[in-house]
């Protein structure tokens, strides 16, 4: 039992505040490729992500609720879309999303790379993976909006993406003109309970249930991201790797079996937790600029 309360204690400090340590953790990222044998790719991506933040941008800040969140507005002043990039968790949109980003702009588009709440330079307390997430992904749209941007695409990873497809479901104001959803979770239940379970602690969900609840103000059983799938209007393009351990591919073969709009789904073999445009650059890009030609 003291083992299975430490463990709480930790998993809880893990996934829901802020990184104490956020150059650890992409360090960490980094050495998990190389770990299985992916030290090329690992290298790459680093080299791309160091290119990205030497890039000029803007800087962005939005408030809702009373917290303060930031953003980075990169590309040409005269484009023709601009992609909203949502990071995954413990992460930024820099890392998770580096090597698109350096594509959106090199294709003369425009991408705002944002910092979740309780990531980067924005406030807030707790992450709530897509319960107050998606309000501030649509809170940047209408930001977009109001500079006088008329195609806004959401791009998201990990957590990002379900905290897309979240606002993208929320949307009532055509904010959003589609998405981008790259291996997102179809029940946050689910996700947590499989982790718990891999390390031998799958009966106590319901203990982290509980303290989520009172700690955080929100119920990860009720975060069933498949739900809001289906009250998506606008395109959703899915995309996952086949060999994705962390996330498996059957969260997002959920996730879009019960989206009803325009949908498309990219499988990348080989490919695992958010590395599928490494794997497949070439096949993500021609999906994606396909996709943004309608």
């Known amino acids: 039992m003291k083992n299975g309360l430490e463990f709480l204690r930790r998993f809880f400090r893990t996934f829901f505040v802020r990184d104490p340590d ?21 290298e790459r991506w680093r080299g791309c992500c160091e290119r990205v933040r030497s890039l000029d941008f803007e800087e962005l800040r939005l408030k ?9 507005l990169y590309g040409p002043k005269d484009h023709e879309l601009v992609f909203v990039l949502v990071h995954g968790f413990h992460s930024s949109s820099e890392r998770d999303l580096g090597p698109m980003l350096e594509w959106i702009v ?22 709530t993976y897509g319960i107050e997430e998606r309000y501030d992904v649509l809170g940047w749209c209408r930001l977009l909006k109001q500079r006088g941007e008329k195609n806004v695409y959401l791009w998201g990873v990990s957590m990002g993406c379900a905290s897309s497809l979240m606002a993208a479901a929320a949307d009532e104001e055509g904010l959003v003109r589609g998405t981008v959803a790259d291996c997102g979770y179809s029940s946050m239940k689910t996700a947590f309970y ?26 990860p059983s009720r975060l069933d991201v498949k739900e809001h799938a289906e009250r998506i209007s ?16 059957e969260h997002t073969l959920r996730n879009h079996a019960a989206c009803p709009a325009k949908k498309e789904l990219l ?28």
């Open 22 to 42: 956020p150059a650890g953790s992409d360090a960490e990222w980094y050495k998990r490729l190389e770990e299985h044998g992916q030290s090329e790719l690992s």
């Open 64 to 72: 809702r609720k009373g917290v303060e969140l930031y953003g980075r």
């Open 106 to 127: 090199r294709n003369g588009w425009a991408a705002l790379a944002i910092d979740q709440r309780c990531h980067g330079k924005s406030g807030g307390r707790y992450i």
């Open 194 to 219: 499989e982790s718990m379970k891999r390390h031998g602690y799958g009966e106590l969900y319901p203990m982290m249930r509980l303290a989520c609840r009172l700690k955080c103000r929100f119920d």
């Open 234 to 249: 606008s395109p959703v393009l899915f995309v996952h790797g086949d060999c994705d351990r962390l996330v498996s591919k």
């Open 267 to 294: 499988i990348v073999k080989g490919a695992g937790h958010g590395t599928s445009f490494a794997f497949d650059p070439e096949g993500y890009k021609a999906a994606v600029a396909a996709f943004v030609r309608g």
